[in-house]
């Protein structure tokens, strides 16, 4: 009898007996140990009922084509994100914001045509980066300097266009051949005449006629400002100039009229 307290002390009881509801796992999903599996799914975008402590999340063979501004929840600890086979074609430069602890993002055979460093600025721990299978005719520098991280690079079976444009990834990638895998694969498709050659078998003298002195907007106000001024100086240069010729003429013709018979 010492030990009745009551209904609220069974209820506590009963509390501390039944464990927790663990955190819900997407319909489309299968959950484990902070493991989440949502392939071929047919999925349209990125579930949003995940779990704080999921650590993988595999999304590959799904319908997403856009990953617009935050388009996960906060995953601290997430460490593996795998798109393949989706038909991406644009990722929002706040798309990846609250993955900082990935280390491991696969974007494979997707539909991607242009990426931005602002995208990968949230990445600051990952090590490793798929961008193989898409439709990247170049890459911006200030992609992978986003990324200071990165040990581990695929760029194979993208249609890169090999004119002065590529210079800045050829850069990054001779200096960081160890990083890149699959090297072989990574060829040119346009200019026809480089069709299938081999990025890493071009040399600085290839580069040589390519100018990177890039224009900022103060050179372009200045251009601006001054052209008019000396377009409006050249004509009034040539308007005196005429001028003057044509008085030294009439000036050398007069003497004929003043001569007497």
């Known amino acids: 009898m010492g030990c009745w307290r009551g209904p609220s002390t069974i209820l506590a009881c009963l509390l501390l007996l039944h464990p927790l509801p663990s955190p819900a796992c997407p319909i489309a999903c299968r959950c484990s140990s902070g493991n989440v599996d949502c392939r071929e799914h047919a999925l349209c975008e990125v579930p949003q009922s995940l779990a704080t402590n999921t650590s993988t999340l595999w999304l590959g063979y799904n319908f997403i084509t856009v990953l617009g501004p935050r388009s996960f929840p906060a995953l601290p600890a997430l460490l593996l994100l795998s798109l393949p086979h989706n038909r991406l074609q644009l990722i929002h430069s706040q798309a990846l914001v609250g993955l900082g602890a990935l280390q491991e993002l696969d974007l494979s055979d997707n539909h991607l ?18 961008l193989g299978s898409n439709r990247l005719g170049e890459l911006e520098p200030g992609v992978l300097r986003a990324l200071p991280q990165l040990r581990v690079l695929l760029l194979q079976d993208n249609p890169w266009v090999c004119s002065c444009g590529i210079l800045p990834l050829w850069r990054w990638l001779s200096h960081n051949r160890e990083k890149v895998q699959e090297k072989s694969l990574l060829l040119c498709r346009a200019p026809e005449q480089l069709n299938k050659y081999p990025i890493m078998a071009f040399g600085n003298e290839s580069f040589r006629q390519c100018q990177e002195t890039s224009l900022s907007a103060q050179h372009y106000i200045t251009f601006f400002i001054i052209g008019p001024f000396s377009f409006m100086a050249s004509i009034f240069f040539c308007t005196f100039m005429g001028s003057i010729t044509v008085v030294y003429h009439n000036l050398r013709r007069e003497p004929r009229f003043w001569r007497r018979p």
């Open 113 to 130: 045509t242009t990426l931005t460093p602002e995208t990968f600025l949230p990445l600051t721990s990952l090590a490793k980066l798929n």
